[in-house]
């Protein structure tokens, strides 16, 4: 039974490789428009990886720090520091003292010794940084914080500017996350619907050009299915072959400009930091891009010689 079933499936991607033949330009435009389809996807996809990963960044990184008086008692600093801890809205809290300030700044200043010789850790006021565990509470914890006696300033980490830019670009990238979402998602399902009535009008033409041949083969007893296979299969593999080149294409742009793209970001992990957790991003958008191919496939190839067959 295995046999005879494999003995069919070799038979009928032998006769779907004749009708290729036939007529190979049909075939270029159908895998053409399916590796536009999902090189386009394939972009999309990772450039909404990017801006979650991005936005994950600043959200999880240490969004206030409370610079400490000068006056501040150690009972005050642990004071406010159980305080923090006990505050369910508050997370990933740190001490920062003087020293470990000025080392900062030292580092910070590395290409120029002069700097750092002339200041002391005097200079520098110990710090809490923490982040909120949702950025809906930012401006209530900020304001809450700023009135406590221990503490001389709050503000939001310094490489995010002012109290209001952080905020902002929290804001934009949410906006830009949810512009490549739903733009993406029109971009791609209208490339999609362009790719199924492609390849049903390209089936249908196949179709139509064999039509003697089917009659004959329904007079001779084939069945549908013996009919609808070699259609089908070559549906499949015009999507398959597509889906695979679109995502190849994307997969070599993106490795080829990513040194460049990890230099802009800098800090932030815009792709994931091991090589199996690049591998299993690229895979799992390869297997869902597969999955859509083939049903994309099917579908056409069913449609068109269905409409053939009740005609």
Same mark, same amino acid.
């Given at each position: 039974?295995?046999?005879? @079933?494999?003995?069919? @499936? ?31 996807? &394939? ?10 990963? /991005? ?16 006056? !501040? ?34 580092? !910070? ?23 909120? &565990?949702?950025?809906?509470? /930012? ?37 830009? /996350? ?42 001779? *007893?084939? /069945? ?10 070559? *549906? ?9 080149? *679109?995502?190849?294409?994307? &997969? ?21 930091? &091991? ?24 579908? *056409? ?11």
């Amino acid at each position: 039974m295995g046999q005879s @079933m494999m003995s069919k @499936m070799l038979n009928y991607i032998k006769v779907t490789k004749k009708y290729i033949r036939r007529s190979p330009y049909q075939a270029l435009s159908a895998v053409l428009i399916m590796i536009i389809t999902f090189f386009v996807a &394939t972009v999309l996809a990772l450039l909404t990886y990017v801006s979650y990963s /991005t936005l994950h960044y600043f959200e999880t990184r240490p969004q206030i720090i409370a610079f400490l008086n000068a006056e !501040a008692t150690p009972d005050q600093i642990s004071s406010l520091q159980k305080d923090l801890i006990s505050d369910s809205r508050i997370k990933d809290l740190k001490f920062v003292s003087k020293e470990q300030a000025l080392n900062i700044y030292k580092e !910070a200043t590395s290409d120029n010794p002069l700097l750092s010789e002339l200041v002391s850790p005097k200079v520098f006021p110990a710090s809490l940084e923490f982040s909120v &565990t949702d950025l809906q509470l /930012t401006e209530s914890v900020f304001s809450e914080i700023g009135k406590k006696d221990a503490v001389g300033q709050v503000v939001f980490t310094a490489s995010l500017g002012g109290s209001k830019s952080i905020k902002d670009v929290i804001d934009n990238l949410r906006n830009i /996350t949810n512009y490549i979402k739903i733009g993406g998602g029109v971009i791609v399902s209208f490339l999609l619907g362009s790719s199924l009535i492609i390849l049903l009008v390209i089936i249908s033409m196949r179709i139509a050009s064999r039509r003697e041949e089917i009659r004959i083969l329904q007079l001779l *007893g084939a /069945t549908p299915g013996f009919i609808r296979a070699p259609f089908v299969f070559e *549906g499949i593999i015009y999507a398959i072959l597509g889906s695979f080149l *679109g995502w190849l294409f994307a &997969t070599l742009a993106l490795l080829y400009i990513s040194p460049s793209l990890v230099k802009y970001f800098g800090d932030i992990p815009i792709l994931p930091p &091991t090589t199996n957790g690049i591998l299993q991003l690229f895979g799992a958008i390869l297997g869902i891009e597969v999955l859509v191919a083939l049903i994309l496939g099917i579908l *056409g190839s069913f449609v068109a010689i269905k409409r053939y067959l009740k005609i």
